[in-house]
């Protein structure tokens, strides 16, 4: 069933990604002429987060409420079978079995999204997949730099931080090869990727700021440290000194650039909390964009466009 899931960016181009931008903005401007009592109900879809999430679980739940769509959702192992040892493999091939309209799933790497697309009926939407992506929120990132720009192609996105651990920049090199813009990365050298090829990459933050149209600061991702380099290499208070985004190194990017962050965040050190409140800082209408972006996923699949 890989045809409709959403797993990765291997089955979109230029214009699909663009007519989705254009529908969410339809569904952002027509948000208040709604009422949840006139969708008709169509099916059920099954939300399997295996790994916690805020912002993509809500924004899935509230896309699905709002498409006619009633998402029955498992939030952790506790109540499950999980909790008697069944696998994430063999929970989903269970669920499959009950037929749901689609599944969205959250899960570490160990369970083999594109493989287990191949071999269930029901189609998947990858909500965060360990480090290989997470598509919905580069769409979302890249939709609010599009209602900024109304464009992307030649655009330069800086991402500094924990490169190395983010299914965040995973998926915006695949989406940048589509919609044409470029990435920096500006990271200390033990959570830089081995590949850089074709990315510009910055030791110096302020070099990388004075050169990008937006910067997204990542999350420092403990929980993904298992390289022994990693652990010891990372010293917060050198990273907040050389990498932190703050008032200071944020001089150095243009006045009408973008600030982004994934979220969550762990302020006071990739980023400093004052920054929610600099003007060119998007980081909670990204949060806001994320609604829409997947009530439009959501909407295509119901119309069988996905
Ligand atoms: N950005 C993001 O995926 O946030 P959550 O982990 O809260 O879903």
């Not at 099916?43 to 409420?65: D, K, M, N, V």
């Not at 944020?250 to 003007?279: F, M």
Request: hydrophobic letters at 40%; a neutral charge.
């Amino acid at each position: 069933m890989v045809a409709m899931s959403l797993i990765d960016f291997s089955q979109q181009n230029e214009k699909a990604i663009y007519d989705l931008f254009k529908s969410s903005l339809i569904l952002k401007r027509n948000f208040n002429n709604y009422s949840l009592s006139q969708v008709q109900v169509k099916g059920i879809a099954y939300l399997l987060f295996f790994e916690p999430s805020t912002r993509t679980r809500f924004s899935f739940e509230s896309a699905c409420a709002r498409s006619g769509v009633h998402p029955i959702v498992l939030s952790s192992a506790t109540g499950t079978s999980l909790e008697k040892g069944e696998t994430m493999e063999d929970t989903v091939f269970n669920l499959d079995a009950l037929r749901p309209l689609f599944f969205v799933i959250r899960c570490p790497d160990e369970l083999d999204l594109l493989s287990l697309a191949k071999e269930i009926k029901t189609p998947i939407f990858n909500a965060g997949w360990g480090w290989r992506g997470h598509p919905t929120q580069a769409l979302l990132d890249a939709l609010t730099l599009y209602e900024r720009w109304e464009t992307l192609r030649g655009k330069k996105l800086l991402f500094v931080g924990d490169i190395k651990h983010s299914r965040v920049v995973s998926s915006h090199l695949d989406l940048a090869k589509i919609c044409g813009y470029k990435i920096g990365y500006s990271a200390p050298h033990y959570f830089l990727p081995v590949e850089t090829e074709g990315i510009e990459v910055f030791s110096n933050v302020n070099e990388g700021l004075k050169w990008a149209d937006a910067v997204c600061a990542l999350r420092v991702q403990k929980e993904r440290h298992f390289d022994e380099n990693v652990r010891k290499g990372f010293d917060v208070d050198l990273y907040k000194m050389d990498f932190g985004i703050n008032q200071k190194s944020l001089t150095n990017l243009k006045s009408d650039g973008v600030i982004l962050h994934p979220g969550p965040i762990n302020y006071g050190i990739e980023i400093e909390k004052e920054i929610l409140k600099d003007p060119r800082s998007v980081i909670l209408k990204l949060v806001e964009n994320g609604m829409f972006i997947r009530q439009a996923i959501v909407q295509n699949f119901l119309n069988g466009k996905t």
